[in-house]
């Protein structure tokens, strides 16, 4: 399998920087990872945070590992443990190519926590605080009130893929995140949106894409999906954020 054949050489190039844990969390910890079509979202923790000369090197591995299949969709973020605990702190992260800060989000921690895959090292659990329920919802209605809702406004987005599929999944996840207090996979998400009254062309669209054929549509469909999709999540978020926000 070509995601392992990654993962074993990308933990061979980090002996160097001898990190402490290294896990997998997303699609590729939580049961529902489509090679060639879904991101590796890792983390690595550090004995302490890129310094000078660690920065370097993490860019160098990464770099190396540009030609191998697969290697665009690892995303990895940096952490240490004196900084574990600090939600909204901005850690090195390698995505897209190049290097960035961004936290790592509530939802995150606690994906690590309910369903982490340990690469190497120590356990989710040793290192990462948990995240209380308040906060974990907290995030939720803020992401998608500041973030998915002005989103939806921006019409040129919509005709792109990653923003109709990760918009309504995230906003299928998110119901059931503050609903439930649980996470769910994308397949769960996609499942459930028909119930809560996505449109129907949409959500076959991304079924079809994501699980059986990747053929891009023309050009009239991927403007009637655009419509459909902003048209639906924007009152969809509003009545989210209204109920529970």
């Known amino acids: 399998m070509r995601t392992e ?27 529902d990872y489509q090679e060639g079509r879904s991101d590796l979202d890792l983390i690595v923790v550090l004995a302490a945070p890129p310094d000078l000369r660690a920065v370097p090197q993490i860019v160098a591995l990464h770099r190396r590992l540009r ?8 995303h990895c973020s940096y952490l240490a443990p004196a900084t574990l605990d600090v939600p909204g702190r901005a850690h090195l ?19 690590l926590h309910a369903f982490g895959r340990v690469l190497h090292g120590e356990t989710p659990a040793s290192l990462v605080p948990k995240v209380p329920d308040r906060d974990l919802r907290a995030f939720v209605v803020a992401d998608q009130r500041d973030f998915w809702r002005p989103a939806v406004d921006r019409a ?3 005709r792109r893929d990653v923003w109709v599929d ?11 995140t503050l609903r439930e207090g649980r ?27 994501r699980y059986e054929d990747p053929a891009p549509g023309d ?4 403007t009637r999906r655009a419509a459909l999709t902003r048209g639906y999540l924007g009152p969809a978020i509003d009545a989210l954020v209204t109920t529970y926000g």
């Open 93 to 111: 992260t390698w995505a897209h190519g190049h290097v960035l800060r961004r936290p790592v989000t509530p939802v995150t921690r606690r994906e």
């Open 156 to 158: 040129r987005l919509w």
């Open 166 to 176: 990760l918009g309504l999944l995230t906003f299928a996840r998110a119901g059931v």
């Open 5 to 31: 054949a990654l993962l074993g050489l990308f933990l061979d190039a980090l002996t160097p920087l001898r990190p402490r844990a290294v896990w997998a969390h997303g699609s590729l910890a939580g049961g």
């Open 67 to 74: 030609r191998e299949p697969l290697a665009a969709r690892l």
């Open 183 to 209: 996470l769910i996979s994308k397949r769960e998400a996609l499942a459930g949106l028909p119930d809560l009254g996505a449109p129907t062309e949409v959500v076959e669209d991304i079924a079809r894409r």
């Open 219 to 222: 050009g009239a469909w991927l």
